[in-house]
């Protein structure tokens, strides 16, 4: 572990560095548009994976928050009189809250259930959320709402938005590390280990899901909000979209579910791909194609993700090139000689 | 959580050995309708091991689940140190510095051994208590430490009781409940689980167990509890029970003192 530190270091202070030159580097606007949109995702993405690749309960209904974050951002902006420009973005905090708010009483109900009926429940609320914005009148219904739209020239647009969504993701990564690093962490692991287990050791299990739960909504709604407020326009069929619960899910197990990076890496190929595909030759949805294609071979080569597949490959390699592994019995062995030891 | 707290040294502060520990009177508890245990009563002194024998059925891992919290009694009185136990949840109880390891497999299997082992302290809010608490265990239980990386379900049966009891030491408990420590497991195996139970006693640490292996358990005990039916059938010295002739021939398959055991 203590080999292994200085890598991950130096590789968290690589990733950082080049998040904050990208645009200075790659300032075409297609591609910073592209970064944008694949921020987005790797927020989401890594959100999501706090809750549900370290508890277990895959959820496929958080475009629920992301679209509640969209709306409230947007409906705050319009009714709060706020001008076009950097004063809309003191509401993505806001937008964030709203999610976290809206996750209380949708995960109190959806995690009453468990696995696969908890799935299901997720999903309706997407649906119903979705059915709500047509049809509710502050919403705007189908014709949705427009945030005020800030008159940057196109570079400075994209920078502007490029650079919040990436304080936002610093801050959700920060989170999850911690999470992960956390008693709090442990509890969810041990929930998803095997959550009666948990429960005997005095674990308050309802309680850890849904604080997890809640955590995991704030960032999708404040990326729900810089996203809405980046298109200028919101519609209920784009903020609670299916794709979106199938994509950051499908993300998270493409990197590596539960792990930190994974997420991350998931999103930045899977977003990235999806964006080019779609610029390159149009909105056909023909990258779902590859999608299909490229989950196709991870579920059959790498069926634990990227990550902790290639993590296993270096520890196998290492200790092939390195010093020897200890015989198996020999562990054994050795605790049973020093209790024996110990005991006299 | 700000209940379950121990902040250090439930082991060994406090009373002095023979202490009354634990104080179980009239118990009466079940499950659904019927009652399992039917009044029992006994009591632990501090640096006791008490083992608890009896056939398939009388009480004996009822009776343990309702010291831990885990069923609430219907009547009588469970204290420790004078501290009423009945009505807290099993973390009020597990913050009062009683431990129990439930019977076997009940680890972690996806999570590592560090993970499961720190698993048993997830309530000290303290990382510095907790690396300490920690490195005493690996101290005692290098397994510990050497498979630290692994996934607790990689390791054998007998490894795995270790790492149970490892965690058990975790919120450093005054009394450890150990329900059939030896279960499934073969006889150097047990030998092994068995002197770190002695170990953890000489270290000023109360055990009270239960124990399919009524021979094997009752020469590890300094006092032992016979349990028929949800009633105290006798009480008394780990060898007054096992030369008792009538239980002898019952519970330990007769002519007790001459077999030698695990």
């Avoid at chain 1, 296993?312 to 054994?332: H, V």
């Avoid at chain 2, 999570?111 to 309530?123: F, H, I, P």
């Avoid at chain 2, 000489?202 to 094997?216: F, P, S």
Wanted: proline share 5%; with cysteine; aromatic share 8%.
């Amino acid at each position: 572990m203590s080999a292994r530190a200085p890598v991950r270091a130096l590789l968290v202070v690589l990733g950082i560095v080049i998040l904050g030159v990208f645009p200075l580097v790659f300032s075409n606007p297609t591609t910073t548009s592209i970064a944008f949109f694949t921020v987005v995702f790797m927020v989401c993405a890594s959100a999501w994976n706090m809750f549900a690749g370290s508890s277990g309960y895959i959820a496929l209904g958080h475009a629920v928050y992301f679209g509640c974050g969209a709306y409230a951002l947007t409906l705050l902006a319009n009714h709060l009189g706020f001008a076009a420009g950097w004063g809309v973005f003191a509401l993505v905090p806001v937008a964030g809250i709203v999610a976290g708010l809206i996750a209380i009483p949708t995960g109190l109900i959806a995690l009453r259930a468990r696995r696969h009926t908890f799935v299901v429940i997720t999903i309706a609320f997407m649906f119903i959320f979705q059915l709500a914005a047509f049809n509710l009148g502050f919403t705007g219904g189908s014709s949705g709402l427009q945030p005020p739209t800030p008159l940057w020239s196109v570079k400075t647009y994209n920078d502007n938005f490029y650079y919040v969504i990436a304080l936002v993701l610093l801050a959700t990564v920060a989170l999850s590390w911690l999470v992960r690093r956390s008693r709090f962490g442990l509890q969810l692991l041990a929930i998803r280990d095997d959550e009666e287990r948990a429960r005997g050791l005095g674990v308050r299990v309802g309680r850890v899901k849904l604080t997890a739960f809640i955590l995991s909504a704030i960032p999708v709604g404040m990326a729900g909000g810089v996203y809405a407020y980046f298109l200028g326009q919101i519609f209920p069929q784009f903020a609670f979209d299916p794709l979106f619960d199938l994509s950051i899910a499908l993300m998270a197990f493409l990197g590596g579910l539960g792990t930190v990076a994974g997420p991350l890496l998931g999103a930045l190929v899977l977003e990235s791909l999806q964006q080019y595909f779609t610029v390159q030759y149009g909105a056909s949805q023909a990258y779902l194609i590859i999608y299909g294609a490229l989950f196709l071979v991870v579920v059959l080569l790498l069926p634990r993700g990227v990550i902790p597949s290639v993590e296993e490959l270096i520890s196998r390699w290492r200790s092939r090139s390195g010093a020897p592994e200890p015989e198996p019995g020999e562990t054994g062995r050795t605790g049973g000689g020093v209790v024996e030891a110990g005991a006299r | 959580m700000t209940t379950s707290e121990p902040a250090s040294g439930n082991g060994n502060g406090g009373a002095a050995p023979g202490e009354l520990l634990l104080k179980v009177e009239g118990v009466t508890a079940g499950y659904g309708g019927g009652d399992i245990l039917k009044g029992v009563s006994f009591t632990v002194a501090r640096n006791e091991i008490m083992c608890i024998v009896g056939p398939n059925g009388s009480g004996k891992s009822t009776l343990l689940s309702t010291i831990s919290g885990i069923l609430r009694p219907r009547t009588g009185e469970i204290a420790f140190l004078g501290d009423s136990l009945v009505g807290l949840a099993p973390r009020q109880i597990l913050g009062k510095g009683v431990v129990l390891v439930p019977q076997a497999h009940s680890l972690f299997a996806e999570m590592t051994v560090r993970e499961n082992v720190e698993m048993g302290a997830y309530t000290v809010r303290d990382p510095a208590l907790v690396r300490r608490r920690r490195d005493e265990i690996e101290e005692m239980f290098p397994l510990v430490r050497e498979r630290a990386a692994d996934k607790a379900g990689s390791l054998s049966g007998g490894q795995q009781r270790l790492v149970e009891l490892a965690r058990s030491l975790m919120l450093d408990p005054s009394l450890i409940v150990l329900d059939e420590p030896s279960i499934g497991l073969d006889p150097p195996t047990r030998r092994t689980v068995f002197q770190m139970v002695r170990l953890m006693n000489e270290q000023g640490r109360t055990i009270l167990l239960v124990e399919q292996n009524a021979r094997a358990g009752l020469k590890l005990s300094t006092r032992g509890l016979v349990l028929e039916n949800g009633r105290v059938r006798l009480t008394g010295t780990g060898r007054e029970i096992l030369e008792h002739p009538e239980i002898g021939s019952l519970y330990l398959g007769g002519a007790v003192s001459s077999t030698p055991a695990g």
